[in-house]
């Protein structure tokens, strides 16, 4: 059996956004590493028959990021987006099946994010810019040599980039014959985040924003009807926050629209399936759920099908129009994401504790058969296990427990490593977990013994469970990691003094907070963490979120002082999510302290740089093995 080395980690090819023909027979799907080796990222189409018949072949190869596939309604031709033309601006092509130089159908300046295929022939539709010059944000001023203006406006560029005002999408109705785009409806100043064509052709459901600005303190969503002959629009009420996978179906009373969204009326809490009613009314179709939808799937008409999160596992289920409830298909033990559906058959990306993410395809009642070889075969990994327990307030939680290869229980105990899940909303599927972070089978290669838990504030346990934590993270959601960790210490598989704590974006708050709260945690990981909550809810990118999470109490910062533990911080040094200014945070609370502070250039909320993924692996790996060394 082969190493596990951070190489085969960040090298590995990931599939996503799978798509079915229409007839059932095909599926296109994308295919990208991990880490990005150049300045763009690279990605390709990958085209495979649905019943595994043949291994899957790469389709129109390019040194591109080839993206968001589609068929034609004939199934004879795959529409896709990609920057081949011009690195980082994408524009819709087309390939036919079977092969061939694909046809490039747009050439817009400002690149295409999206779009959708009309059928018969009848074109595209565009989401687009215009093709115009940025706007500048009439609310900020430079002043320079006693000139006061607008950034942008006549005179001399200022020195630095100010804030602006995002350019918003529109739609474009693109000629199948000439190739030439004109606007399609108005929606005045709105920006456009989604479209989805009603299965008869003849109607667009439109997602918009108030403003193109991702900060949710500002944007204020709506939703419409466009036909697509004349471009007249008519309302549809306004949508819940975060709305998206607008999917339409039909039934006895006709054609109905369906959509993901935050369950109302709080800023934190789980996803809900929201209908929409003739007279605008929004109908939450999930309430009172004890699980989470993730995905929802148009048929072609038919009831939808959707992807549920319940605890560990995944569900596929379908709309019963007549009780309005999600009726169980079948359930995958692990995850299931990018769920697609075409000829009755259902297609996603699949994955299990022993697995990596593969294309796997088959009935929507399974099996699901998987659609070539399966990833890094040869490498010995660790054993993943189940855990069942219970919070100190007599809460139901699970988790994950990952043990180095080739060893059991009874070569305990280990020094163990808990892994915090970001989100808060998210959770640890008992799928595999390998990834360009410090994840559980990377360290479990290392001799450690991985906890991934699920505490309160999490996906997979209904609303209730997902706002447990608003205005209150790291109060009973640390008391449910500790009681984990005392469950694996009273159990013989952790050793007392040779514990760690570690995690990214949410995960790294918990981690910083839990040091801050306890010494008994001999080495911490944070990586792009937050500190500071009202800082960030000023600064980030989610404002009303975050201000919704935390506050000074709930803040690293406040009680950094009591810090004893390494701290290892981890942060990119672009990002808008969780801004640098909170690791500068606890950088300087721990100037006199033991900790080491890494700032990866050029780099966003995720690291996307090869370089950079390979450093994060060692640099995690070495820390932990320093502070808590295995036996």
Avoid at 284 to 305: D, F, I, Q, V
Avoid at 363 to 385: D, H, K, M, S, V
Avoid at 552 to 564: F, G, L, V
């Amino acid at each position: 059996m082969g190493k596990l080395t951070a190489e085969a980690v960040v090298d590995r090819m990931v599939p996503r956004t799978p798509r079915l023909s229409p007839d059932g027979r095909w599926v296109v799907f994308v295919s990208a590493p991990v880490g990005r080796a150049g300045k763009h990222p690279d990605s390709a189409l990958q085209l495979a028959p649905a019943d595994a018949g043949e291994r899957p072949r790469e389709l129109a190869p390019a040194a591109a990021e080839d993206r968001e596939p589609r068929w034609s309604p004939d199934a004879e031709w795959v529409y896709f987006l990609s920057d081949r033309a011009e690195r980082g601006t994408a524009q819709v092509y087309r390939v036919r099946r079977d092969g061939g130089a694909p046809e490039r159908l747009t050439d817009r300046r400002t690149g295409v994010r999206d779009y959708v295929v009309l059928p018969d022939g009848g074109g595209l539709v565009l989401i687009a810019p215009e093709e115009t010059d940025r706007l500048a944000d009439p609310r900020v001023r430079v002043v320079e040599g006693g000139l006061d203006r607008v950034p942008g406006a006549a005179g001399p560029a200022p020195r630095a980039t100010w804030d602006t005002v995002e350019r918003p999408d529109r739609l474009w109705l693109l000629d199948p014959a000439t190739l030439a785009t004109r606007a399609l409806g108005d929606f005045g100043r709105r920006h456009v985040v989604e479209a989805a064509l009603r299965p008869d052709g003849t109607t667009l459901a439109v997602l918009t924003w108030s403003v193109a600005d991702r900060d949710p303190g500002l944007f204020e969503p709506g939703l419409h009807l466009l036909d697509v002959a004349t471009g007249a629009r008519s309302e549809l009420g306004v949508p819940a926050l975060e709305a998206s996978s607008l999917t339409w179906w039909r039934d006895e009373a006709g054609w109905r629209l369906g959509y993901l969204g935050l369950t109302p009326p709080a800023l934190i809490g789980g996803q809900a399936v929201f209908e929409v009613d003739g007279d605008g009314t929004h109908r939450n179709r999930t309430a009172g759920a004890s699980r989470c939808p993730t995905e929802l799937a148009g048929t072609g008409g038919g009831p939808p099908l959707a992807l549920f999160a319940e605890g560990l596992d995944t569900t596929v289920r379908r709309l019963e129009p007549a009780t309005g409830t999600f009726a169980e298909l079948t359930r995958a033990r692990g995850g299931l994401q990018f769920l697609t559906v075409g000829g009755g058959k259902i297609a996603a990306v699949a994955s299990t504790a022993a697995e990596p993410d593969a294309v796997h395809a088959g009935p929507p009642e399974g099996p699901l058969t998987r659609l070539g070889e399966p990833p890094l075969r040869g490498i010995r990994l660790g054993t993943q296990e189940r855990l069942f327990y219970r919070a100190e307030d007599g809460l139901d939680l699970d988790g994950l427990l990952i043990l180095p290869p080739g060893r059991t229980r009874d070569d305990g105990p280990f020094p163990l490593v808990t892994l915090v899940h970001g989100g808060p909303y998210d959770r640890y599927a008992d799928r595999f977990h390998l990834a360009w972070y410090p994840s559980g089978q990377w360290l479990a290669a290392a001799g450690f013994a991985v906890f991934l838990p699920n505490p309160r504030g999490g996906l997979g346990h209904g609303h209730a469970f997902a706002a447990s934590v608003a205005g209150d993270v790291g109060g009973a959601e640390f008391t449910d990691l500790l009681a984990g960790v005392d469950l694996l210490v009273e159990e013989g598989v952790a050793e007392e003094g040779r514990l760690g704590i570690g995690g990214g974006s949410h995960g790294g708050f918990m981690a910083a907070w839990a040091v801050s709260q306890t010494d008994r945690f001999a080495a911490a990981l944070v990586s792009a963490g937050v500190i500071d909550w009202p800082l960030l809810a000023a600064t980030g990118d989610h404002t009303r979120f975050e201000a919704a999470l935390g506050g000074p109490e709930n803040s690293p910062i406040t009680h950094a002082h009591r810090i004893r533990t390494p701290v290892l911080i981890l942060h990119g040094e672009d990002d808008t999510n969780v801004p640098l200014s909170q690791a500068q945070l606890l950088h300087r609370a721990l100037r006199d302290r033991e900790h080491e502070y890494v700032v990866y250039p050029r780099e966003n909320h995720s690291i996307r740089e090869r370089g950079h993924q390979l450093d994060v692996l060692r640099r995690t790996r070495e820390w932990f093995s320093r502070w808590l060394p295995p036996a």
